[in-house]
């Protein structure tokens, strides 16, 4: 500023006064002063002049695990829209499923003075993001809940919905079922594994474990896992994929084999409805996800939620068919 009044040749209070539009100035004046500004391409500092004016910078941390699973970047979107409303800007990192680098991220956004952060945990021990820790910097969870820490989160049912799914596999005559998931030490992967076996014993079923394929986290080892699935001397007649990268891997191997196996899968995906197969998904919306964590994370930034205990949101899930499916005789 101080540059952009010597040129100007002004004082560096007449400067502020025009970038605040101060009816006070004349016009030959603010004419000279926008002409500095943008001969040396001056920006105001927002964040300084908010810790300047003991606000805070305007800033939230996002941090995800994988921002090439559609999940995560629609969730960062809802967290943008509600966050944009208030004219706050997003801060967005991706952990890659690591939670020694997630620490470092958001040891990276506290040093960046933002206001709140939002993160989906890569690990299962969270006492990192205590806020006592974090300079009372409050923290919000997506997806998955807080372990070793008290914080608000924002989670989809994803044993229900695992759950109802299968329910309806069974139902449709099928007894032969393999799961296609996540490591059961994500709490994702785990949550869904319960609910699949909780829908096959409830129904009397044996759950085999040649029919149960972990660490699939991408769609080439989901493609594989299902190949050999289907490649086995009895091969289950359905398969029940744990996430939208599950499904599509599993899709291309029930393409390739020619199987007439009935699939399943968590999450809802773009052109679901234009594959031309009986296809069934659990859906929710994942933007949801992102707005729910950004209000409970504006509400503690308000004050709001200050002395209130933390909160849990857990988001319902409905089955979606698309195409029809032939009962089983």
Known sequence: MRDVAAL???????????????????????????????????????????????????????????????FYSQLALGVGEVADELGINVVLANSAEDPAREA??????????????????????HRHLDPVKLHQVPVVLAARPPSGVEADCVLVDDFGGTREAVRLLIARGHTKIAFLGLPPSAYT?????????????EAGLPVDDA???????DITAAEQAATNLL?????????????????????????????GTELVGFDDFELADMLGLPLTVVAYDPGEVG???????????????????????????????????????
């Open 291 to 329: 707005q729910h964590a950004a209000n409970l994370l504006i509400d503690r930034l308000r004050g709001k939620g200050d002395a209130a205990p933390a909160q849990r949101i857990v988001l319902p899930t409905k089955v979606v068919e698309y195409l029809g499916h032939p009962k089983r005789q």
């Open 189 to 201: 992967g785990a949550e869904r594994y319960s609910g699949f076996r909780a829908a096959m014993t």
């Open 8 to 70: 100007a040749q002004v004082s560096a209070m007449t400067v502020s006064r025009v970038l605040h539009d101060d009816p006070r100035v004349t016009a030959l004046t603010k004419q000279r002063v926008l002409a500095a500004v943008d001969e040396l391409g001056y920006r105001r500092d927002e964040t300084a002049r908010n810790l300047r004016l003991g606000r805070g910078t305007g800033l939230i941390g996002l941090v995800v695990t994988n921002l090439a699973n559609p």
């Open 104 to 125: 470092r991220l958001v040891d990276d956004l506290i040093s960046r003075r933002v206001d709140g952060i939002i993160v989906v945990p890569a690990g299962d021990d």
């Open 231 to 259: 490649a086995l001397p009895d091969p289950p007649t359905a398969l029940f994929a744990a996430n939208n990268r599950n499904t599509i891997g599993a899709i291309r191997a029930i393409n390739n084999t020619g199987a």
């Open 211 to 217: 029919y149960v394929h972990y660490q699939t986290r």
